[in-house]
């Protein structure tokens, strides 16, 4: 047995998003196919909850809208450098108090060695953001992340309406809440609550306007203490 969250849209309560723990049977391994069982086995433990539909928002997802959702498929646009996934403009774009922005990391060949350069983890405390000159606090911790993947998918905001207010939540098989922080499934999430309060203009005006919007609320998405200190993940 393992547990994984499911993240649920809650536009009118003021934490935004809720993120519920649900058991489920685990599949060992690494193989594409031993994911998707995961990611089955979990939507069907969530249903049994009364969570239902979910969408699997990763490469993983059997659902094409979730593959396009994913981090590592989702594209934003830099002024400078045009296009590029959401994985390599937040890992480029991390300042630590010993170096960063890694800007080379923008451009790299695959986006999984952005995420694994050695110097994300070697260059001391994470202190910040900066993409495009603009400098984005680190608190709340997910917020860099989520105005990344909310920006990225603003442009398709009438789409979305038509093509995720019919999911009841959203999952990321990959994500362990004991290992790292963001998680696109919970930025998914809190897109939703945005869309169906009408505030999603608002929130992607500028990133002022967005920290102001997060903040002004309970949106503290959860995290242990060994997350604390692993706040570079």
Same mark, same amino acid.
């Given at each position: ?9 809650? +536009? ?22 031993? *994911? *998707? /069982? $995961? !990611? ?16 699997? !928002? ?12 994913s981090?590592?498929?989702l594209?934003?646009?830099? %002024? ?13 774009? *991390?300042v630590?108090?010993?170096?960063? +922005? ?5 451009? !790299?060949?695959?986006v999984?060695?952005? /995420?694994?350069?050695? =110097? ?6 994470? %202190?910040?953001? *900066?993409?495009d000159? !603009?400098?984005?606090?680190?608190? +709340?911790k %997910? ?12 442009e398709?905001?009438?789409?979305? =309406? ?13 994500? $362990? +809440? ?17 869309? /169906? ?5 608002e ?8 920290? $102001? ?11 242990? =203490? ?8």
């Amino acid at each position: 047995m393992a547990e994984r969250p499911i993240f649920i849209p809650v +536009p009118d309560s003021p934490e935004l998003v809720r993120q519920i723990s649900i058991r489920l049977v685990w599949h060992p391994g690494f193989a594409a196919s031993q *994911k *998707k /069982k $995961n !990611v089955q086995e979990l939507h069907a433990a969530a249903a049994r909850a009364g969570y239902a539909p979910l969408l699997e !928002v990763s490469t993983k997802s059997d659902e094409l809208v979730g593959q396009r959702l994913s981090a590592f498929n989702l594209k934003i646009r830099s %002024t400078s450098l045009g296009l590029m996934p959401i994985e390599k403009a937040f890992q480029g774009s *991390k300042v630590f108090e010993n170096g960063g +922005p890694f800007t080379d990391l923008y451009t !790299v060949d695959d986006v999984r060695d952005a /995420k694994r350069d050695v =110097r994300l983890r070697q260059s001391g405390l994470l %202190t910040g953001f *900066k993409f495009d000159n !603009v400098w984005f606090r680190p608190e +709340p911790k %997910t917020a860099f992340y989520d105005w990344l993947y909310i920006t990225a998918l603003y442009e398709h905001r009438d789409w979305l =309406r038509r093509n995720l207010l019919k999911y009841s939540g959203f999952t990321d098989i990959e994500f $362990n +809440p004991d290992r790292s922080i963001n998680c696109q499934a919970r930025s998914c999430a809190l897109l939703v609550t945005l869309l /169906k309060n009408e505030w999603l203009d608002e929130a992607v005006s500028s990133p002022e306007a967005f920290w $102001n919007l997060l903040s002004s609320r309970e949106y503290c998405p959860g995290h242990s =203490r060994r997350q604390e200190a692993m706040f570079r993940a």
